[in-house]
């Protein structure tokens, strides 16, 4: 089975500019969720999407928004990029909720400039 | 508010020695998932071990084994017969019951060969 893949997997924008990142997840999972991953801050999670729904939403501003597509693909867009926003960003999916192992992609390293 | 600690930043072991790293958590729930994740320098997050804190039994995997103390609160990660692949930073993770997965700061394990 592939596992989780994440594209592009290296991104650079410069302020104000905003992002969209793609993950698409093993095969049969429906569950999707995103991270963002910063030295300073460590893995932050951002949002979590089933069956098309977000179901959970981490505390980030309202610039970091996503969505889950019928075949379970997810995409996360961040709109008027700050400096701040230069990251990893992680996805990982899981067969269902309730299913605590994840399986995480290689990442999206974004820089802001 | 739940949290996890791990308060080593970083720990370095001879190869073929054991390392045991530390993490301690807060919740008020008592169902719960605990978890120790391994990314290696090329940034694929991988679960190494998972313990489910019903179970009073420690989890094994193969050279990796858990010190799960329910009371103290405590879930470190010990890791016997060291190898040059063990090489990579180190996060505990507590899954509460929204399944959303509570990260601590990380500890990067050099191996010495």
């Known amino acids: 089975k592939a596992g989780v893949t994440q594209t592009p997997r290296y991104l650079i924008k410069t302020r104000g500019q905003q992002v969209t990142l793609s993950c698409s997840p093993i095969s049969g999972h429906r569950s999707v969720s995103w991270y963002q991953q910063t030295p300073g801050q460590g893995l932050q999670f951002l949002f979590e999407y089933f069956s098309e729904t977000q179901r959970n939403k981490g505390n980030f501003p309202g610039r970091f928004s996503g969505r889950q597509f019928s075949n379970s693909r997810s995409e996360m867009n961040v709109s008027t990029l700050e400096l701040g926003d230069s990251a990893l960003y992680l996805c990982a999916s899981s067969p269902r909720v309730g299913y605590n192992e994840q399986f995480f992609g290689p990442g999206t390293r974004l820089t802001v400039l | ?113």
């Open chain 2, 1 to 113: 508010a739940q949290t996890v600690t791990q308060s080593q930043p970083e720990m370095s072991v001879q190869e073929a020695e054991t390392v045991t790293l530390s993490c301690t958590y807060d919740t008020s729930e008592s169902d719960y998932y605990l978890f120790w994740y391994k990314q290696p320098p090329s940034r694929q997050m991988i679960l190494v071990i998972r313990q489910e804190a019903y179970k009073q039994q420690n989890a094994t995997e193969n050279r990796f084994s858990v010190n799960f103390q329910k009371a103290a609160k405590s879930f470190s990660l010990k890791i016997s017969d060291s190898q040059l692949g063990d090489a990579a930073m180190y996060f505990c993770a507590l899954g509460d019951s929204n399944y959303q997965l509570i990260w601590g700061a990380g500890t990067k394990l050099i191996i010495k060969p």
